[in-house]
């Protein structure tokens, strides 16, 4: 997934099939969709990153996020505490 940069259409080139077929069969497999898994694996990683030094606003901008606002939001509703809660305990 990091190596496709989290991006759907990179796993399925990485995969060797069409992006449909991807998603199609990770849904019917895993019951939530290629997207959605993702994104949460891709939070997952910036939670690490931040918990170990990484400074929040690199973490965010290699997230794919333009803005430390968005970044910030996203980061909450998946882990349930803003980014700045987790650096600072």
């Not at 400074?55 to 700045?84: C, M, N, T």
């Amino acid at each position: 997934a990091a190596k496709a940069s989290y991006q759907p259409r990179a796993m399925a080139v990485l995969c060797g099939v069409p992006i449909k077929t991807l998603e199609r069969h990770f849904e019917q497999i895993y019951q939530i969709t290629l997207r959605d898994w993702l994104h949460a694996l891709k939070l997952n990683h910036a939670y690490h990153r931040i918990l170990s030094g990484e400074p929040i606003r690199s973490v965010a901008s290699q997230a794919g996020y333009g803005r430390l606002s968005d970044f910030s939001s996203q980061f909450k509703k998946e882990h349930g505490i803003p980014p700045e809660l987790l650096r600072h305990g």
